[in-house]
């Protein structure tokens, strides 16, 4: 294992919501994308049905916040200042992805944008816009 996927490992390890989500990341390069399998607990609207907005939102901030650990040594996790979410379309009880883009990493703010999809990358469920507060380690 690599450095980064050491991170990403710990990274997750801690959230207990991860485990709940069923949440699993890959790394390639310093691409990682984070996988959700569909199952029957993460159903907001049995009548659709269709996965539950939270899940979505809280699958895209554990996105952010581990796209923002594996790029650089930080010396605490990320703490969320504020999120943005745009529901694009009804999540389906099927396999979810999402991948992070991080805008901008300043000395104390990051800014972060995450797209998840489904079948297509090209159409997007929804997406996340947000600013997280981080601690860079000081390099000497």
Same mark, same amino acid.
């Given at each position: 294992?690599?450095? =980064?996927?050491?991170?990403?490992?710990?990274?997750?390890?801690?959230?207990?919501?991860?485990?709940?989500?069923?949440?699993?990341?890959?790394?390639?390069?310093?691409?990682?994308?984070?996988?959700?399998?569909?199952?029957?607990?993460?159903?907001? *609207?049995?009548?659709?049905?269709?996965?539950?907005?939270?899940?979505?939102?809280?699958?895209?901030?554990?996105?952010?916040?581990?796209?923002?650990?594996?790029?650089q040594p930080l010396v605490s996790?990320?703490?969320?200042?504020?999120?943005?979410?745009e529901y694009l379309r009804s999540?389906?009880?099927?396999?979810?992805?999402?991948?992070?883009?991080? *805008?901008?990493?300043?000395?104390?703010?990051?800014?972060?944008?995450?797209?998840?999809?489904?079948?297509?990358?090209?159409?997007?469920?929804?997406?996340?816009?947000?600013?997280?507060?981080?601690?860079?380690?000081? =390099?000497?």
């Open positions: 294992m690599t450095e =980064e996927s050491d991170r990403l490992a710990a990274v997750l390890g801690r959230i207990p919501y991860v485990k709940f989500l069923g949440l699993r990341a890959e790394l390639a390069g310093d691409e990682m994308t984070v996988i959700m399998p569909a199952s029957p607990h993460l159903i907001g *609207n049995p009548m659709l049905p269709a996965l539950h907005g939270g899940v979505l939102g809280a699958m895209m901030e554990v996105t952010a916040i581990a796209q923002l650990m594996v790029a996790q990320p703490k969320t200042i504020d999120v943005s979410i999540g389906r009880p099927l396999t979810t992805y999402a991948r992070a883009k991080l *805008n901008k990493i300043g000395r104390r703010i990051a800014n972060v944008h995450v797209e998840a999809w489904q079948e297509q990358r090209g159409a997007p469920i929804a997406a996340l816009r947000g600013h997280f507060l981080v601690q860079p380690e000081v =390099e000497e």
